[in-house]
């Protein structure tokens, strides 16, 4: 079954979750596609407590690298985990370049959501300029064994990697169907390398980046991943559902 991540990013008061939630479900079919909503911290209790029981689950959009209570204003992975999360993104493009989020502040990141029991869809992706200078898989290369240092090859049972291309995220452009799975094909191989064959066959990998209920079709038919990861289309219950169900 496909998984369909989706991140609201800075969006929605609990009013507006409480509705969207209300929307959707009566939507929702079960048997299309795993759903993980990654809602603001400020909403985390209320899904958990309006979706339990439906199969939907709920993620949080980030978490601190710290657990030791000295750090005003984060969240750590205990508080996610017990407001009834069970996945965190980690190293998102915007948190990356807004919050110079490095590789080792991303590895420590994963390192205490795997603690706690989170799983982890960990974003990965290239900028225009780096594309457009052919050093994709370079970047990904660089981004993954930095995420990933130091991880026991069973706990990447535990993490999804998002492949999103910074220039494709909110802007409408996406890249071709041939090129997302060569990029893949990379990041499967950068895993296996570093951990196993097994690892790097096994490993889920999502695609992000102007996913929309028109392009949802011709996305999934890519083989060699296991769904995808929908920002601003996913902000509408109905469009949202619209997507669950064009997947194929
Ligand atoms: P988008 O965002 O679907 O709006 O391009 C994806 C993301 O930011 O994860």
Redesign the pocket.
Same mark, same amino acid.
């Given at each position: 079954m496909k998984k369909i +991540?989706a991140?609201f990013?800075m969006n929605k008061t609990n009013n507006e979750v409480k509705d969207y939630i209300m929307k959707l479900l009566p939507k929702y079919e079960k048997d299309k596609a795993e759903i993980v909503l990654c809602v603001p911290f400020t909403a985390i209790t209320l899904s958990k407590f309006l979706l339990d029981g439906t199969g939907i689950n709920i993620g949080a959009q980030n978490i601190c690298d710290e657990d030791d209570g000295k750090s005003t204003g984060e969240i750590c992975g205990s508080m996610i985990k017990n407001c009834g999360a069970d996945y965190v993104?980690v190293g998102? =493009? #915007?948190r990356r370049v807004k919050f110079k989020e490095n590789g080792r502040i991303i590895n420590k990141k994963i390192k205490l959501a795997l603690k706690n029991r989170l799983k982890v869809i960990l974003?990965i992706g290239e900028t225009l300029a780096e594309k457009n200078t052919l050093k994709t898989n370079e970047v990904i290369k660089t981004q993954l064994e930095d995420a990933l240092k130091g991880l026991y090859e069973n706990e990447l049972d535990n993490i999804v990697i *998002?492949y #999103?291309p910074i220039w *494709?995220?909110?802007?409408?452009k996406t890249p071709l169907a041939k090129e997302i799975e060569n990029t893949v094909k990379v990041i499967r191989k950068v895993v296996a390398d570093d951990f196993s064959d097994k690892a790097g066959e096994k490993i889920e990998v999502l695609y992000?980046? =102007? +996913?929309?209920v028109k392009n949802i079709a011709s996305f999934s038919k890519i083989k060699n991943i296991n769904g995808m990861? +929908?920002?601003? *289309? =996913?902000l509408d219950a109905d469009n949202f559902s619209q997507i669950i169900k064009n997947i194929r």
């Open positions: +991540v991140n990013k993104i998102h =493009s #915007e974003c *998002a #999103e *494709a995220i909110g802007t409408g992000g980046g =102007s +996913v929309d990861l +929908v920002g601003g *289309a =996913s």
